[in-house]
């Protein structure tokens, strides 16, 4: 594991403990095992009052890489996607929601005329994270990756990520069901590496940090600050290791005080 110790003078991180905030307190998680049901056979883990409850339930969505969900406020699921689609908790396609990350590869894993519920977005380990609108009640941002694979000068192939996007989700519409109102809004159009998003609250509780890796064999990262006038990107910092193809490696941003610390591992 290899911690990197940011710079105060390019960035301080505070993580605040948010009491009775539970944006994490369901995990949704579901493969197709069974491709004769039309539904896929999923589990939901729900982490209330310190206590791990699991059930099984029906999903419409195959979750893998590219997947993630966020509940509200007091811990109700909001929605959930895979890369392709958001889905509401009634396990419906929110308004506006089809189609997230367009492009070659949506359109060879999302599209599929058949059963177009089997597929999902292929990305890195923390290709797509989603966090609370600051300073709004029930809207959320989800930042996502879209990939192309991208062949080097002696021929290997690498997946590369170009653009990132934001998309801003108001779950306060449709009678709570959810409407995306701005989708596969580009925050960064380089060539950089896939997967290992984090981010973290800003010192003044509200606002987010959102840490991206840029271009692979270099050591560069992407800073953006989530603000209530949206995402946007505040500066880039050159420090530690290089990025490389190991997939396996995710990133933390861990708040100790004044400090900030950026551990990969």
């Known amino acids: 594991m290899i911690r990197l110790t940011l710079s105060l003078t390019q960035i301080v991180f505070i993580l605040l403990p948010v009491l009775g905030q539970q944006y994490d307190n369901t995990w949704l998680m579901g493969y197709n095992y069974d ?9 939901v883990l729900s982490f209330t009052e310190g206590r791990l409850d699991v059930r099984s339930e029906s999903l419409v969505l195959d979750l893998q890489s590219s997947s993630i969900s966020i509940s509200d406020f007091n811990g109700r699921l909001q929605f ?3 890369g392709c689609q958001l889905v509401n908790w009634e396990h419906q396609t929110i308004e506006n929601g089809e189609e997230i990350n367009p492009g070659e590869t949506y359109n060879n894993y999302c599209i599929n005329i058949n059963e177009p519920w089997r597929e999902r977005y292929p990305g890195g380990k923390q290709s797509v994270l989603t966090l609370p609108a600051p300073r709004e009640d029930s809207v959320y941002y989800l930042i996502h990756e879209a990939n192309e694979i991208v062949e080097e000068s ?12 934001s998309t801003k989700i108001d779950m306060r519409l449709n009678n709570g069901r959810g409407r995306v109102i701005n ?3 580009p925050i960064l159009e380089e060539d950089i590496f896939y997967g290992q998003l984090t981010a973290v ?3 003044n509780g509200f606002d987010w940090w959102i840490v991206k890796p840029g271009v692979k064999e270099e050591n560069i990262y992407y800073f953006f600050s989530l603000t209530e006038n949206g995402v946007v990107l505040s500066h880039t ?3 530690g290791i290089n990025h490389n193809n190991f997939a396996g490696w995710a990133n933390f941003l861990l708040g100790s005080g004044a400090c900030g610390k950026l551990v990969k591992g």
């Open 35 to 43: 491709q004769t049901n039309e539904q896929i056979e999923g589990s």
């Open 80 to 82: 959930y996607t895979n």
């Open 154 to 165: 002696n021929g290997n192939l690498r997946i590369a990520v170009n653009p990132l996007y």
């Open 183 to 185: 989708k596969n809004t």
């Open 201 to 203: 609250k800003q010192a």
């Open 237 to 239: 910092q050159t420090i």
